[in-house]
């Protein structure tokens, strides 16, 4: 059994992958060839977006949206501290102080209020001067965007949509990566969408911040002159391989792999739900499902439940075992976890099950049971 069964995709969706991946041989234009603005042309319209400009991963994406946001030394920019560590990381490279925030110990996203909290606390020390909210859509859920724009609009900050697990969901019809400011995602192998490598976009409505984008991502260079660099800017373009790889896989994702991951997502809650604490999505809002994640009574259950799971070949992950602010790389600003009590406990209790549209209801029923077990 696997985790993510990227071999059952690759098998329905091996004619029209093999197909483009030999076109883009034949054609030889590796680099920025035709299949990647026609990727970017069917992700914006999709999203709801005018422009979407391909980089080279998820973490780039981030980066280059925080340089188009002006962050820099000096400037905070408020993450949630449940998350992987390119949603700090980004703002660390280019100079400026990550804030972490804790969750929502229900949904997994950044809790508003200890956001507020986090931005009067900068404001009082006035060392910093508050940037940029990160939300992160985790596990497929977006973060609570109705309150955390009012939050954003009182206090003068941008926000920056990380989208890299919430590609596909929704809050009332609007879909992932069409919030705040600017929005990214990744195409991480194990993302809602995947490649086979790594890959990443960015997301906007302005023109300027579209061809400015495109600039950054090829070291900064003119749109005329690929040898007049403008500014200082990154190597970071979407091979055209992946960009061929990801548009049957994006047609299949809107086709239909987003109902059938909420079909096996409803499987595993009617089943579980009662014994388990369950995921937890809002009235409104539609998740991706990036993963299925159970909270446990405590890490010595957990340790024995996938124990128990490995027995009988079924994989489990623990996404994320220790807050962002548990870092050895953020140890220096001594952050202590009675900040963080959510973050804490989600560290200790939370597990994802296997979780993919492939997956057949006969699968989670022996999942389950040997869960209950």
């Known amino acids: 059994m696997q985790f993510r069964d990227l071999k059952a995709q690759y098998q329905a969706l091996k004619p029209e992958i093999d197909a483009g991946i030999e076109a883009v041989i034949e054609s030889t234009a590796f680099i920025l060839g035709k299949p990647v603005s026609e990727l970017e042309s069917k992700l914006a319209e999709y999203v709801g977006k005018k422009y979407c400009i391909s980089c080279a991963n998820g973490t780039d994406a981030l980066q280059l949206a925080l340089m188009i946001l002006g962050v820099g030394p000096g400037d905070a920019v408020f993450t949630t501290d449940f998350t992987y560590f390119a949603s700090a990381g980004t703002s660390s490279i280019l100079g400026a102080t990550p804030v972490f925030v804790d969750i929502d110990g229900r949904t997994f996203n950044m809790c508003p209020e200890a956001l507020e909290k986090a931005i009067k606390k900068v404001l009082e020390e006035g060392k910093l001067n508050p940037k940029v909210i990160i939300p992160v859509d985790l596990f497929g859920l977006p973060a609570n965007y109705p309150q955390i724009e009012v939050i954003a609009k009182k206090y003068g900050l941008k926000i920056l949509e990380d989208g890299a697990q919430g590609f596909g969901g929704n809050i009332k019809g609007k879909r992932a990566c069409s919030f705040g400011d600017i929005a990214t995602t990744s195409f991480f192998p194990a993302k809602p969408l995947g490649c086979y490598g790594d890959g990443g976009a960015i997301f906007t409505e302005d023109e300027e911040v579209d061809a400015r984008l495109r600039s950054l991502r090829a070291q900064g260079k003119s749109p005329t002159d690929k040898y007049d660099n403008r500014e200082i800017g990154m190597n970071s373009r979407l091979d055209t391989l992946q960009a061929a790889i990801l548009l049957p896989k994006l047609k299949a994702f809107i086709d239909y792999e987003l109902d059938a991951v909420n079909n096996v997502a409803k499987w595993y809650t009617e089943r579980l739900s009662g014994t388990f604490v369950t995921p937890y999505v809002p009235e409104g809002y539609y998740s991706s499902w990036a ?6 009574e405590c890490s010595a259950q957990r340790e024995e439940i996938q124990r128990k799971l490995k027995e009988h070949d079924i994989p489990s992950m ?6 962002l602010h ?6 220096v600003m001594q952050l202590s976890d009675e900040d963080f ?11 994802s099950l296997p979780m993919h ?4 209801e006969e699968t989670v029923e022996f999942v389950v049971n040997a869960i209950i077990k």
């Open 291 to 296: 993963q299925y994640t159970l909270m446990l």
């Open 318 to 323: 623990i996404y994320y075992p220790r807050g």
């Open 326 to 331: 548990q870092q050895e790389a953020y140890h």
């Open 357 to 360: 549209p492939y997956l057949d």
């Open 341 to 351: 009590p959510n973050t804490v406990a989600a560290t200790k209790r939370v597990l």
